[in-house]
């Protein structure tokens, strides 16, 4: 899985700083070389010795950091590094990492080095709860980094919560999900995406709309930009953090969506609709708050068709242009789907049930087929949406190819 790859492993000062070492063997095992910087709250729990035993190699720590030698340790090793991991990180490491803060060891290479980065918490349920470490942990993921989310489970403290470490195997497991080595396979490609469900108005306050998370788009839009695309993700309101290094585009109904796609897609090269776009609309909008009165016990609704947005894309689209398509269905979802790709003139389609409850809308999850214009299909196994995502973007970048 790392095979030939630099990690370097950052252990801070937490109780749980005992299985770093554990951590340290089972990406050896994955066939990475490792190298261990030990913060000093963390010398407090576990001895650097016992990391230099295990990965044959010195340990930096805040007592080696500056020598009177010539090295710049922090900036050598943050060259050297693959990928840095802190874990596990405590609440004070993180509100560190996420301001910028190069005041020891383990902040200054984190700050210097390029490479992918992720943070692995572990402390009290309250420290981890707390608002000041969610705003750390939101801007750690702002500017990039992967914060894997602490297991539920006793404490040190004698009581359950969560904020426990995650063992090191599922750390390793999820270290494998994660796009941390993306081939750059659309460097230079402009990629527009959408995400999200859109919103048609009744009145100020009330909306028709659907059950999209917006996950898979998001998904889809980060594995873009970490293939080396320039990315512009399209989103209907959707709670979730922006991906970093993509341009984000606010709209809410499926008019304003249009107008976003058909402005910037002659500048494209792929087009991903992700988004779950309304069918219909009202005919009319109150300009004020519906108001429910003694005699209206029932309210009648005219809706119209909303823009095709995929038609109207057909209709202009180049050569070399790639649109990928996304059908949500509950019946015939390999026959809806080849329909769709038919009639909308894709060079792929993305099918998946959404009437199962483990996957589709809302979950982390998904499983699709996928669809291409010569009948061939493909279903992957059930698994997490960002790896549906990586699949994804490996396709366009084939298809790209071959245009």
Same mark, same amino acid.
């Given at each position: 899985?790392?095979?030939?790859?630099?990690?370097?492993?950052?252990?801070?000062?937490?109780v749980a700083s005992y299985k770093a070492a554990t951590l340290?063997?089972?990406?050896?095992? =994955?066939?990475?070389?490792? #190298?261990?910087? @030990?913060? +000093?709250?963390? &010398?407090?729990?576990? !001895?650097? %010795? $016992?990391?230099?035993?295990?990965?044959?190699?010195?340990?930096?720590?805040?007592?080696?950091?500056?020598?009177?030698?010539?090295?710049?340790?922090?900036?050598?090793?943050?060259?050297?590094?693959?990928?840095?991991?802190?874990?596990?990180?405590?609440?004070?490491?993180?509100?560190?990492?996420?301001?910028?803060?190069?005041?020891?060891?383990?902040?200054?290479?984190?700050?210097?080095?390029?490479?992918?980065?992720?943070?692995?918490?572990?402390?009290?349920?309250?420290?981890?709860?707390?608002? =000041?470490?969610?705003?750390? #942990?939101?801007? @750690?993921? +702002?500017?990039? &980094?992967?914060?894997? !989310?602490? %297991? $539920?489970g006793v404490l040190a403290e004698g009581y359950s919560g969560?904020?426990?470490?995650?063992?090191?195997?599922?750390?390793?497991?999820?270290?494998?999900?994660?796009?941390?080595?993306?081939?750059?396979?659309?460097?230079?490609?402009?990629?527009?995406?959408?995400?999200?469900?859109?919103?048609?108005?009744?009145?100020?306050?009330?909306?028709?709309?659907?059950?999209?998370?917006?996950?898979?788009?998001?998904?889809?839009?980060?594995?873009?930009?970490?293939?080396?695309?320039?990315?512009?993700?399209?989103?209907?309101?959707?709670?979730?953090?922006?991906?970093?290094?993509?341009?984000?585009?606010?709209?809410?109904? $499926?008019?304003?969506?249009?107008?976003?796609?058909?402005?910037?897609?002659?500048?494209?090269?792929?087009?991903?609709?992700?988004?779950?776009?309304?069918?219909?609309?009202?005919?009319?909008?109150?300009?004020?708050?519906?108001?429910?009165?003694?005699?209206?016990?029932?309210?009648?609704?005219?809706?119209?068709?909303?823009?095709?947005?995929?038609?109207?894309?057909?209709?202009?689209?180049?050569?070399?242009?790639?649109?990928?398509?996304?059908?949500?269905?509950?019946?015939?979802?390999?026959?809806?789907?080849?329909?769709?790709?038919?009639?909308?003139?894709?060079?792929?389609?993305?099918?998946?049930?959404?009437?199962?409850?483990?996957?589709?809308?809302?979950?982390?999850?998904?499983?699709?087929?996928?669809?291409?214009?010569?009948?061939?299909?493909d279903q992957t196994p059930k698994t997490s949406k960002r790896?549906?995502?990586?699949?994804?973007?490996?396709?366009?970048?084939?298809?790209?190819?071959?245009?």
């Amino acid at each position: 899985m790392f095979e030939g790859k630099h990690i370097t492993l950052i252990v801070s000062g937490s109780v749980a700083s005992y299985k770093a070492a554990t951590l340290a063997r089972e990406l050896q095992r =994955a066939g990475a070389q490792v #190298r261990v910087i @030990l913060t +000093t709250g963390a &010398a407090q729990f576990v !001895t650097a %010795a $016992t990391f230099a035993a295990l990965t044959k190699t010195t340990v930096l720590t805040d007592d080696n950091w500056w020598q009177a030698d010539g090295q710049i340790r922090h900036i050598e090793w943050a060259d050297w590094t693959d990928l840095l991991i802190a874990a596990p990180a405590s609440a004070n490491l993180m509100a560190q990492l996420a301001n910028g803060l190069a005041n020891d060891a383990a902040s200054a290479t984190w700050l210097a080095t390029a490479a992918p980065k992720v943070v692995v918490p572990a402390m009290n349920t309250h420290m981890w709860q707390a608002p =000041a470490t969610q705003r750390n #942990r939101q801007q @750690l993921m +702002t500017d990039g &980094a992967h914060v894997l !989310t602490p %297991a $539920t489970g006793v404490l040190a403290e004698g009581y359950s919560g969560q904020g426990r470490f995650l063992a090191p195997a599922e750390i390793v497991r999820q270290l494998a999900d994660l796009p941390l080595f993306t081939p750059q396979t659309l460097a230079g490609k402009r990629v527009i995406v959408t995400a999200g469900g859109t919103r048609e108005r009744l009145d100020p306050v009330r909306f028709l709309t659907n059950d999209s998370s917006g996950k898979m788009g998001y998904a889809v839009a980060a594995a873009a930009q970490q293939a080396g695309a320039k990315v512009t993700l399209i989103t209907a309101p959707t709670g979730l953090s922006a991906p970093s290094g993509v341009d984000i585009v606010n709209i809410q109904s $499926t008019t304003e969506l249009a107008t976003a796609v058909l402005d910037r897609f002659p500048n494209a090269d792929v087009l991903v609709m992700a988004a779950a776009v309304a069918d219909f609309q009202p005919v009319t909008v109150a300009d004020q708050k519906i108001k429910k009165t003694a005699d209206n016990d029932e309210m009648v609704l005219t809706l119209k068709k909303t823009p095709d947005i995929l038609k109207q894309v057909a209709a202009i689209k180049q050569p070399h242009q790639v649109t990928v398509g996304f059908a949500a269905e509950t019946q015939a979802v390999l026959a809806n789907g080849q329909k769709k790709l038919a009639d909308k003139q894709l060079d792929l389609l993305a099918a998946n049930d959404v009437s199962r409850q483990d996957i589709g809308f809302n979950s982390d999850d998904n499983q699709v087929t996928f669809i291409m214009p010569d009948g061939v299909t493909d279903q992957t196994p059930k698994t997490s949406k960002r790896v549906i995502a990586q699949a994804l973007v490996s396709r366009v970048a084939t298809i790209l190819a071959a245009k």
